[in-house]
């Protein structure tokens, strides 16, 4: 099967990863991360290797065992996208070559340090994802930074991207409502068939109910049949049950991404699964420091008011 963004509508979790008291990888309990966020009745894809699961802080050969334990557990109904993190061109295409051998079916490539500093508004970008279709021939999505951050895509150059038969699809993340339907409307002009991901949290509401192809977010891995009441309320055009189950997510929403720094997020999920009982340890790798008891009895609060917990 020839994967295209078609396959790729609706709910994408973004996998947290778990570790035990020693700072390994807790494979037992990434197994029932698994079992609780990629059941096939809310989730239709899966994401590893993001922000959520501390890429970052893993070894190379820890993010290959991601893939290839994630690809035996879901099996091949639900596609995987697997994030690369590079440092330029020659990272990013051996880390996509390890990730297609591994098994994954997209390659998420997040920006390289010099598409920062200005180099976004110009078609630099265009120029890599061309290389990178050529040297790769795999599916590629793009992972659309803020905008604030320097490094996110201005609207022209992600509709150029788009028409690289290769990317299939743009997580949208560029954290505003504005920039978010101008890229969509751009993107969709330019490719119909490339699949828009809204992931920004403090919109979701907004984003699908403006128009995109689904749901990519860690929130996901701690809520899933919360995001995918929201998705199938919208694909129904039914506002009232989107009001309804956006109110459910509100408060975990704001346990979870309201309290400084917001990088802290991804924790704070995991400390949502302990409180659940899916994984025992919720510490994160450095450079993530586990959160405050303050913040986790946040998390508890809200968790309990969306009936979750």
């Known amino acids: 099967m020839t994967m295209t963004g078609k396959h790729l509508r609706g709910i994408t979790v973004a996998t947290v990863l778990p570790f035990d008291e020693s700072g390994a ?20 894809c899966v994401f590893v290797n993001g922000h959520a699961g501390e890429a970052t802080a893993l070894s190379d050969a820890e993010k290959i065992e991601v893939i290839k334990r994630t690809k035996a557990q879901i099996g091949k109904e639900q596609p995987l996208l697997a994030g690369v993190v590079p440092t330029g061109i020659p990272d990013a295409l051996r880390q996509a070559e390890a990730v297609r051998e591994a098994g994954a079916d997209v390659a998420v490539i997040f920006p390289p340090e ?20 050529r040297e790769l021939q795999m599916p590629l999505s793009h992972f659309q930074f803020p905008i604030a951050s320097g490094f996110g895509l201005a609207t022209p150059v ?28 751009a993107v969709k002009a330019a490719d119909p068939d490339t699949a ?27 809520v899933p049949g919360l995001l995918a009441d929201l998705w199938q309320a919208s694909e129904a055009m039914d506002l009232a049950k989107m ?16 309290p400084a720094p917001v990088i802290d997020m991804h924790t704070r999920m995991k400390d949502g699964l302990q409180m659940m009982g899916v994984i025992k340890n919720a510490a994160p790798r450095l450079p993530l420091l586990p959160q405050s008891d303050a913040v986790r009895e946040g998390v508890r609060k809200a968790l309990i008011a969306a009936n979750v917990l």
């Open 114 to 133: 010099a598409l920062g500093g200005g180099n976004a508004n110009t078609m630099a970008a265009v120029k890599m994802y061309e290389l990178l279709a």
């Open 196 to 222: 828009i991901l809204p992931s920004n949290f403090n919109w979701f509401f907004s984003q699908v109910a403006l128009g995109g192809d689904g749901i990519l977010s860690g929130l996901a891995s701690l």
């Open 158 to 185: 992600l509709a150029e991207i788009a028409k690289i038969p290769e990317v299939i699809a743009i997580k949208e993340g560029s954290a505003t409502m504005l920039a978010y339907d101008e890229n969509r409307r």
């Open 243 to 258: 009001r309804a189950a956006n109110d459910r997510l509100y408060p975990v929403v704001r346990a979870i991404y309201g």
């Open 25 to 44: 990888i807790d494979w037992d309990g990434y197994a029932a991360v698994l079992d609780h966020c990629a059941r096939p009745e809310t989730t239709d």
